[in-house]
């Protein structure tokens, strides 16, 4: 069975927890510290601030920048649940635009048309880690003075230039951007989140708010010779993250261009040999982005039976995801007011197919997926798979892939 990701973590990420454990600090200390200034360094960022997950992190993201009740946030509603969950949490709401007409992310244009004297700021999706048009956006952020949040999820090592400049998603371009660390992203720690920002004010105010607002850190208290009492100066929360996430964090970090060298060969590859396949079309890189493929999506003609072509590569012991979730259409988020066309976000839900690409995967992997995904679009081309019950394709949460013997595959070779 080839799995559709693999968390990539070996003996030195085990070893690294082994230390941290070993310490005698394990909570929020020294080691996410270290955390913070490694991943600093490598994006490009001024501030870099660790918390529990990408979810929390956009939650004080969205804080920072003043959004509240009565507010209203522009963004994609193709997106996972949580890029809208962080909106509602603070008593905003989002206005959902629709994606381009050539990939999945947030169409330009249709954030223009969607601004109001509402709007409270700008949140794009670095969707499946392929950068978003920040050059057209930023221009649209600045003429409208609206600050805009990347929720970079899944772009830790993706690139964009901008302004004739390569660097790094979480430079930062925009005001705030937000990463995850869950195992379905391109490095985990488990659980794991990071904000970044050039925002010396918005840096402060993430540190304290993730610490339940309290006026003096645990690690400061603790080295103090004198005696020192807390106060707590704002209403905050317990958004940290551990001592023994952060160890792992820096060890996957280091990992980081190996680890994108090999999701995009992976990449390459999948484009060669699935060429030419007729009702098929493989994503397209423009010219000023460089993706790390946190996931490689495909696109199918409409005549094609989505849920069909899947169930015949699962039949085959490969497995795949359907496109992009539409969170308008979650009872979660159904009761967002619906302004605009959100036409090409259902298409894309409906009509591409993610394949299974992770750092272990070899090239005759690839080769098999490309072999059987080439079969399966020729029979949904004639149309003629055999009537059979169907199973649901369930969405298996990534913490299931935390199975005994996932453990196993997951050890690098060598
Ligand atoms: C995974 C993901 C999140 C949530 O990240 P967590 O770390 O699991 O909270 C948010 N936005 C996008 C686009 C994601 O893919």
């Known amino acids: 069975m080839i799995p559709i990701a693999k968390p990539f973590l070996g003996e030195a990420e085990a070893n690294a927890a082994h230390a941290a454990v070993l310490s005698g600090w394990v909570s929020q200390g020294p ?5 913070e200034a490694d991943f600093a360094a490598l994006v490009g960022a001024p501030h870099a601030v660790a918390v529990s997950n990408c979810t929390t992190a956009l939650h004080l993201a969205c804080q920072a920048l003043g959004v509240g009740p009565g507010d209203e946030v522009i963004t994609v509603s193709h997106s996972f649940i949580a890029s809208g969950n962080a909106i509602r949490q603070c008593g905003a709401m989002p206005v959902f635009v629709d994606i381009e007409a050539d990939g999945y992310n947030i169409d330009p244009e249709a954030v223009a048309q969607a ?5 409270k700021a700008i949140l794009c999706v670095h969707q499946i880690g392929m950068p978003c048009d920040l050059t057209a956006l930023l221009a649209i952020a600045r003429a ?4 805009l949040i990347e929720d970079a999820a899944c772009a830790i090592g993706s690139e964009i230039r901008v302004d004739g400049q390569w660097g790094k998603i979480g430079a930062p371009h925009g005001d705030i951007a937000c990463f995850s660390f869950h195992p379905r992203k391109v490095i985990t720690t488990g659980e794991g989140g990071m904000l970044t920002t050039r925002n010396a ?3 402060a105010k993430f540190r304290l708010w993730r610490q339940h607002g309290m006026s003096i850190s645990d690690t400061a208290r603790h080295a103090a010779a004198s005696v020192v009492f807390e106060s707590y100066i704002e209403r905050g929360y317990n958004y940290r993250m551990t001592d023994i996430q952060a160890s792992v964090g820096r060890v996957q970090l280091g990992r980081l261009d190996e680890i994108v060298r090999r999701r995009r060969e992976i990449a390459a590859l999948y484009g060669e040999m699935l060429s030419g396949i007729e009702g098929l079309s493989t994503p397209v890189e423009p010219d000023w982005a460089r993706s790390n493929w946190q996931s490689y999506a495909v696109r199918l003609d409409s005549a094609i039976d989505q849920r069909a072509l ?15 979730m539409c969170m308008h259409l979650e009872p979660a988020q159904a009761d967002v007011e619906l302004r605009h066309s959100l036409k090409r976000s259902e298409e ?16 005759g992997e690839v080769g098999i997926v490309a072999d059987r995904l080439r079969d399966e679009m020729a ?7 055999p009537a059979k019950p169907r199973r649901e394709p369930v969405a298996v949460p990534a913490a299931s892939m935390h199975t005994a013997s996932d453990a196993v595959a997951m050890r690098e070779p060598g």
């Open 144 to 147: 409208h003075d609206l600050p």
């Open 310 to 324: 899947m169930q015949g590569l699962l039949d085959r012991d490969v497995t795949t995801r359907r496109g992009i």
């Open 201 to 203: 004010e918005y840096d």
């Open 31 to 35: 080691q996410v510290a270290a955390f």
């Open 115 to 119: 601004i109001t004297p509402r709007s």
């Open 379 to 385: 029979k949904a081309r004639r149309g003629a798979r």
């Open 348 to 363: 894309a839900r409906d009509h591409a197919v993610l394949l299974p690409l992770y750092v272990q995967m070899s090239d």
